[in-house]
């Protein structure tokens, strides 16, 4: 079956300026809405799933959703600290970092709204332990000192947390000696400061969690159950990729349901917009249908024409939509994960898969919205199309 | 006695119109020899354009035969009857019917693209028949970017390039001027003279009606002829 | 009110056209009272905000508490009526899924500024007679079937261990905006639970609810309370209920902005929609139009019948949609559970959906009203044929 040149499609598009311009601007503000909230998830992922390293271990207290409400005895820590699958560091020391994990509630830049900032505490070894960290300005807090140093997301969005400031909490002053970069991960929104201290300051007894590396990934399935079946012991061994990804369930879970239902409501209202200007073109067009028919061109390609030339509405449409979505990744955004109950710094992040499921999503709404006139238009009878015109 | 390129036998058609069954054609039957300029006319809603339209294969009568060339078009489904027409029948409507979106070459190599050549032989015949009509010169125009007159000699130029056998026309100069409505029908002329076309119009216009060979009348769905290739032969010689 | 009937009659001329219009409509204001219903459910802990409610936390953030002593200091305060030690419990029942609001309270002086909450004479006695009795609100009761009697296991996350307790009381709420998917109960058997379980964290209050007498002396209250603990281990910070829960929506200001946002995208994908339906019919009709304005009509009754028709459509999908929203917010309430336990379709919402839908309606007819107000009769008229 031969088909009517896509020129004839794709040019009446242009012929009728507003009226495309209008119909493929409902269709990119819909992929706009899609492509965002899956880049927003997408954001959310990379935030935290890099947080994680697959070859470091999280323990917490069994049941703790999270590092602040667990509690790990300093008796149980020197039990998960001597577990042999640890791995050693050049100096001989064992990787294993017993942390203190607080929130402390301070107010943002600009707003002044007080926002919980997670504190993290943490042992001699918990530098090594995250190689993505790096020190962008100033320098790491001295072990053994009231020194910290603020997550790159932090130094941004909160007051009081430029160089040589200080922030009052646990009755102590804590000065900032230098700004960290965590490459996007979720310690970007994290103080750092050492464990020891902190928990004379906020008089704890208790870590709040044991983070270590494994000599190799493998020996988890070793670690795992011997720890969680100890008698003395009472704690939930995760990776820690694993422990983070829980992290964002619920919030990615949100924004995806809320997002995607979203999508499908509004996809509607742009199916629509499409469905009445596809139906409004075949019936200006009768006569042209009449006349391609005559010449000899099967109803199947009438079909064809005018399915192509809803597509090219939604293409047009997602061309306009995922170039602003992807205008978004300029945008970041800081919020409470519900989670940890923290302040967590993440972006908008396009990936390729994303492209391609906005494309799939806008041609699924072309389609949808111009199969009922393309229909029409192709069982259109020869001589009703030529009377008609 | 040579075959005639069409035969039309026992032809009835009606319509329903809100539940009514409205008759249109009763039982035509006549014949066109080829290379015959045949003009049909009569009153509105004598039936003449129904009856083009059967001949063209663009609808089905409800009885009879309708032999084109030994095929009897009566009997071709619809794909096979939307490829006989690509092949056999031009098509020249009252109101062009041009795609507004093409250019005069494009318009004119539509038919070609329903059969395997490819897209520069398409181009060049689409030149040469533009050529034909005269409008070499406006190969890029688009249908409103051209005068009606020579709007029409495209939709000409369209319905000649595939070398059909039969050209149908309803109502060729119904929407144009004097002056247009002699180009058209001097082009007309010279396809059915100098290449043979058999040419079957529905036509107003005495002037028109001027140029056939021969004219038949239809009222209300029953025909009778009047004038035949003599008359013409007899013009030709006062000329 | 010819013109009125005009209209109506012009908009079923083409019924397709005009019926997929109105369907967009009604979806396009229907989601975006979903989404402005969203909105208000998460200000509906500050909208439920007494005036005469303080809130008293650690001065670092709620993760740290405060000594159970500090109960008989704030009540000293003049300004006081009564103080209630407040501990998030933060459990869920079988399944971490499962997860509703449990708080151990000192139920005497809570139950008492919180007249909202309802309850029968018999069940509260029986509640404050068994100490590992709880209150649960009727919304929590309906959604897990828990009845009077009812044992109900919690497995504590911040709290250790496994936890029983008996359903003595289901409270109602007095007002719809009332929370009732709560549980409540007492927090001295949090407190000598964990006294054996954990002795280092007992006598440990998370939040002290505050009542106070004159509620426009609230700030003052508060910080006289403040001062009390300035510079001891555990300062605090007061402020009052309203601040408080507006604090937690502050914290997810991002997530409520966008939703706002993305409210408002939707009603503008319909305007372009209906403005596209409106400069189609107004371009189909210039002859129309034309041959009005020959009979003498005016521009400004050509641009009025514009605007009548798309005004006319817009109201008509809108109040389908607006009938449509109530059902459909209490589904998708139901369907969130305790997420939003409070989810009300408010009059605010009713009112921006009809202003929404009059706005669109007037906005699409802008271009094609003025189009054909200024359309010169000799060009509409030669438009026919």
Redesign the interface.
Known sequence: M????F??SV??L??RK??TA??A??MA??V??FAAVLMLDAGLHQALVATGQYDNIVVT?????NE??S?VERAQAAVVASQPEIAVGPAGEALVSKETV????QPKRG?G????ITVRGLGPAGRALRPQVRVASGRMFRPGSTEITVGRSIAQRFEGTELGQSLR???RDWTVVGVFDAAGSGFDSEIWGDGEQMMQS??R?AYSSVIARLAAPEQFELIKPRLESDPRL?VDVKRERVFYEEQSQMMSN?IRI?GLT?SV??S???M??A???M??AVANRT??I??????????GSILLAFLAEALALAALGWTVGLALAALMQLVH????N?QS?A?LAFSFALTPQIVLQSLGFAAAMGLAGGVLPALRAARL???DA?RA? | MTLPLISVRGVSKSYRRGGQVVPVLHDITFDVQRGDFLGLMGPSGSGKSTLLNLIAGIDKPDAGELLIDGVDITRLEETALADWRAGSVGFVFQFYNLMPVLTALENVELPLVLTSLSRQERRVHATAALGLVGLADRVAHYPSELSGGQQQRVAIARAIITDPKLIVADEPTGDLDRHSAEEVLTLLDRLNVELGKTIVMVTHDRRAADRAHAIMYLDKGELSRAGDIHERSVREARA | MQSLKLILRNALRHKLRTGLTVLGLIVAILAFGLLQTVVDAWYAGANAAAPNRLVTRNAISLVFPMPVHYRDQIRAVPGVRGVAPFNWFGGYYQDPKNFFAQFAVDPVPFLAMYPEYRIAEDELRAFLRDRKGAVIGRKLAATYGFKIGDTVPLQGTIYPGVWSFTVRAIYDGAEAKTDTSQMLFHWTYLNETMKQRVPRRADQVGVFMVQIDEPQRSAEIGQAIDQLFRNSLAETRTETEKAFQLGFVAMTEAIVVAIRVVSFVVIFIILAVMANTMAMTARERAPEYATLKALGFGPTYVARLIFGESVAIALIGAVIGIVFTFPVAHWFGAKMGMLFPVFEVSATTVGLQVACAVGVGMVAALLPGCRAARVRIVDGLRAIG
Request: no cysteine; glycine share 12%; charged share 15%.
């Open positions: 031969k088909a009517i040149p020129a004839y040019r009446n242009w012929t507003l009226t209008l119909t601007g409902g503000l819909v706009f809405v207290r069994r049941a703790a959703g602040v409400q509690g607080v929130l402390i509630a707003s709204v007080p926002t919980n909490f646990g009755a906020f008089r007894q009472t949100f809320l979203l409501i509004f509607i209202g742009a629509i917009g469905m009445i200007t139906y409004a006569g042209e009449g006349a391609l028919r005559a010449l000899g061109f099967r109803r955004i800081s919020t409470l519900w109950f302040e009878r020869i001589v030529l015109a």
